[in-house]
């Protein structure tokens, strides 16, 4: 046994000839490194810059390989960020041109019949063009040839109401 004094404390320990003890305790140990490791005393300590935040403005601490990546200061920011971009500029973003159960949507948010994400139907689209007006929304625009993503004028027939639109094609159903 040997006689050594602690490198935090200095109160005098005991250990083992072969042990190399610093130490008097795990508590005097991590008193130690947890003084010389903070801050810039850390070996893997690296300064950091002030970016501001695109959305709130605030101030950011960031390590200098994030300054160009960094934009934001949290999620609810990196949420709103997402928020303010315009659809075209999103990165799936595909023309304004979207496919949903056969039928093709076009993006039209100043329409006044457009859906709350501001799509409508590309038939009623192609039907008023030709109409020169708008249709109300008790118009109905059917596809002669059963093909819901053929939107030429020859293949669509306009009916007055869906009533008229289904005593017709029922009839051609039987």
Known sequence: MIIKNCANCGIEFSSHKCQKKRFCSRKCFHKKHGEE???SNHPNFKEKT???CEICSKEIK???????????????CRYEKQRRKPKEKQ??????????QGYIY???????FSIKTGYIFEHRLVMEKHLGRYLNSKEVVHHLNGDTEDNRIENLKLFKSNGEHLRETACHKK
């Open 62 to 76: 960031v390590i200098p390989s994030r300054v160009g990546r960094t934009k934001v200061c949290s999620l609810a």
């Open 37 to 39: 490791m903070r801050g």
């Open 106 to 112: 076009i993006y039209k948010p100043e329409h006044p």
């Open 50 to 52: 002030l970016v501001s």
């Open 91 to 100: 990165w799936n973003w595909k023309g304004g041109i979207k496919k949903h």
